[in-house]
Every structure is written in structure tokens, then in C-alpha cells.
């Protein structure tokens, strides 16, 4: 094994047995790193006679340390709990995150992208709004400075994307409604302002005719990202012409679903799996509130930690390498059941 020839600082961490930010963190400043761990470091540095390569290196040092990560709408403790995990793991690799939120307007998310092209970040971490985003705007972005997308797709970006399994987790909580209930139907918005939607949408027709289902698609008004208020005029409306074709509605997202369990609550039905139940909800993201709706909500849990690590090992990847264009490596993870009492 000592003769392999190691050819970059991914292969060294992998041989060496240490993660591939504290390496990075070592060739950034050797003092940064615990005293243990800097000796095994050179330990493996001689083993393997592994030497990095110094002129990469020079050229990303005339970046700051800063790692910029944006996205759509702070407020949702869905990605500010995300935000949580990516920052943390720039920290712990010896970068300084910058955090935005583009507030969901497309003006803002260009000016944030502007301004960080100007404080030439060694990278940046984007959650885009996605439909309302300036494609062309963020397209000229990725290829300037080193950038991986998470959460939100975009075509024709020319950046890496880490995100979630779309067809992965609706077959799987699709599969447990039907086998559990009623199929579902699928609530969500007429214009959804996430591309996750789209995804989503799709991947619950594909589950459902699998299952040899018809999918029924019930859409709502409403543009932006106040879910919940969307969520609950649009289900108040529906409730009092009885338009769910069955008792069971599967939510584009946590938030319309708390939308609906609220309208639901106001409309005297009772939402739950209990014999005197009418109306069973689900969602998807295991939203932090979705545990405390009442009653707590079935889901889909976001593998936040997993998404949150191969962003963050992808742009330092991206920025050792400088390899700003070529093929776009795209990194989905699954998500997992977690059956409360809504469903």
C-alpha cells in the first residue's frame, strides 16, 4: 500500500484515514490542527511520500478563506437548519461561511452573487429559489467562482448539485400510504416558487402508476414562500366542496401540510389514522415543526447531515483542483420514513 502512488489530497485522506477538510485544513496551516492529529498526517506524508501540489495551492491562497452559502428564504427552519450543518463543516475545515438569504426575490439573490464575486470567496454553496432565478445570471456565476448547488436543481449551470433522491423517497412514503389507507392525492401549488415541486410531482405519478393508482394532482393558488398560509386558504376552500377525491392528501412540503392540518382543525375535521378520523395528511422534509403539529406529522426526513457533508467535500474538491467546468457530477441521497400520527 505504501508504494501506491497517491495522486491528490482526496486519495491522501483516504489512505491516511483522515477526513479530507482536517487534510485540507493541515496544507492551509499545519497549526490549525490538533497536535495528534498533525503528527499522523506527517506520518502518512512520509509513508506515502505524498506531497501536494504547492502551485494549486499558491493559486487558491489568493481567495480569501471565506465560503459563501445562500439561500432562498432563511426564515424556513428548513434551511436554516441546514445552513446549521454547512456552516459548521466549513468551520470545522478552517473556512469562514458567509451566510445569505436571497429572501425569495430573484433582485436579491443576483446582488448577493455580485457582491461575493467581488469578495472572491475560495467558494460558494448555493441553494438557489430555482423557477424565479436568473439562470443566466447564476450560469455566468458558476463559471467564475468555484460553486456547488445543493437542494435546488437548475439545468445548464455547469456546477455540481447535492440533493435529495426525489423518486427514491415518493415511492417509498406513496407505497406506505396506499398500503396503509386510501392512495393519496397530491397538494400543491398552481406556480410552487421551490423546483423540488417539479420533482416531486413527477415522482409521485411515476410511484403511484407503478402501483397501478391514478394519480390525482389537486393545486392551489398562491405564489412565494408563506406555504403555510397558501397551504391553509387553499385547503379551506377545498374541504367545504369536498374536493379530495380520497381521504388521504400527500403534500408537496411540510409547510403547506401545516397549512392543511390547520385548515382542517378549523373546519372541524379531524386529521389521523383513528376510526374517527376523516382525513389523513402527509408531508415531506421533516420540517423541524413537523413533530409538534398536532398531531405530529408523517413524512419524509431530508438526509440534512449527508447533503450538508458532499456540498461542502464537493466545493473544497472544486476549489483544489480549479476545475470550474466539465461534467457535472450530480450526488442524490435518500430520505427516510418517519410515520407519526398524521398518517
Known amino acids: 500500500m505504501a508504494g501506491r502512488k497517491i495522486r491528490n489530497m482526496e486519495e491522501f485522506a483516504e489512505v491516511s484515514g483522515i477526513s479530507r477538510p482536517t487534510v485540507s485544513k493541515y496544507f492551509h496551516d499545519p497549526s490549525s490542527v490538533r497536535k495528534s492529529t498533525r503528527a499522523r498526517i506527517e506520518e502518512a506524508l512520509e509513508r506515502y511520500d505524498y506531497r501536494p501540489n504547492i502551485f494549486a495551492m499558491n493559486q487558491n491562497r489568493r481567495l480569501t478563506k471565506?465560503?459563501?452559502?445562500?439561500?432562498?428564504?432563511?426564515?424556513?427552519?428548513?434551511?436554516?437548519e441546514i445552513a446549521r450543518n454547512l456552516e459548521r463543516r466549513c468551520i470545522d475545515a478552517g473556512f469562514f461561511p458567509l451566510l445569505f438569504s436571497s429572501h425569495g426575490?430573484?433582485?436579491?439573490?443576483?446582488?448577493?452573487?455580485?457582491?461575493?464575486?467581488?469578495?472572491?470567496?475560495?467558494?460558494?454553496?448555493?441553494?438557489?429559489?430555482?423557477?424565479t432565478s436568473d439562470h443566466d445570471h447564476i450560469k455566468r456565476f458558476c463559471a467564475d467562482v468555484p460553486t456547488v448547488l445543493f437542494d435546488s436543481y437548475l439545468d445548464n449551470t455547469g456546477a455540481a448539485f447535492v440533493g435529495s433522491d426525489h423518486a427514491q423517497v415518493l415511492r417509498m412514503i406513496v407505497d406506505y400510504l396506499c398500503r396503509s389507507g386510501e392512495?393519496?392525492?397530491?397538494?400543491?401549488?398552481?406556480?410552487?416558487?421551490?423546483?423540488?415541486?417539479?420533482?416531486?410531482?413527477?415522482?409521485?405519478?411515476?410511484?403511484?402508476?407503478?402501483?397501478?393508482?391514478?394519480?390525482?394532482?389537486?393545486?392551489?393558488d398562491g405564489t412565494g414562500w408563506s406555504f403555510e398560509q397558501i397551504g391553509?386558504?387553499?385547503?379551506?376552500?377545498?374541504?367545504?366542496?369536498?374536493?379530495?377525491?380520497?381521504?388521504?392528501?400527500?403534500?408537496?412540503?411540510?409547510?403547506?401540510?401545516?397549512?392543511?392540518?390547520?385548515?382542517?382543525?378549523?373546519?372541524?375535521?379531524?386529521?389521523?389514522?383513528?376510526?374517527?378520523?376523516?382525513?389523513?395528511?402527509?408531508?415531506?422534509?421533516?420540517?423541524p415543526f413537523a413533530q409538534f403539529t398536532c398531531p405530529p406529522m408523517t413524512t419524509i426526513a431530508q438526509d440534512y447531515a449527508a447533503i450538508a457533508d458532499n456540498s461542502v467535500e464537493t466545493l473544497f474538491k472544486v476549489v483544489e483542483t480549479g476545475a470550474l467546468t466539465g461534467e457535472r457530477p450530480e450526488m442524490l441521497f435518500e430520505g427516510r420514513l418517519v410515520m407519526r400520527d398524521s398518517a
Do not use: W
Open 66 to 80: 471565506n465560503i459563501g452559502i445562500v439561500v432562498p428564504y432563511l426564515a424556513d427552519p428548513f434551511f436554516a
Open 105 to 131: 426575490e430573484q433582485t436579491q439573490e443576483n446582488a448577493i452573487l455580485d457582491s461575493l464575486r467581488l469578495l472572491k470567496p475560495a467558494g460558494v454553496l448555493l441553494a438557489a429559489l430555482g423557477r
Open 183 to 220: 392512495p393519496p392525492v397530491f397538494f400543491e401549488m398552481k406556480n410552487p416558487a421551490n423546483p423540488n415541486a417539479n420533482r416531486r410531482r413527477a415522482g409521485y405519478i411515476a410511484a403511484m402508476e407503478a402501483l397501478g393508482q391514478t394519480p390525482e394532482i389537486v393545486r392551489v
Open 232 to 287: 391553509f386558504n387553499g385547503a379551506s376552500a377545498l374541504l367545504e366542496t369536498g374536493a379530495f377525491a380520497t381521504d388521504t392528501v400527500l403534500c408537496s412540503n411540510d409547510r403547506l401540510a401545516i397549512g392543511l392540518i390547520s385548515a382542517a382543525y378549523a373546519k372541524g375535521v379531524r386529521v389521523g389514522r383513528g376510526p374517527d378520523c376523516a382525513l389523513r395528511v402527509a408531508g415531506m422534509d421533516d420540517h
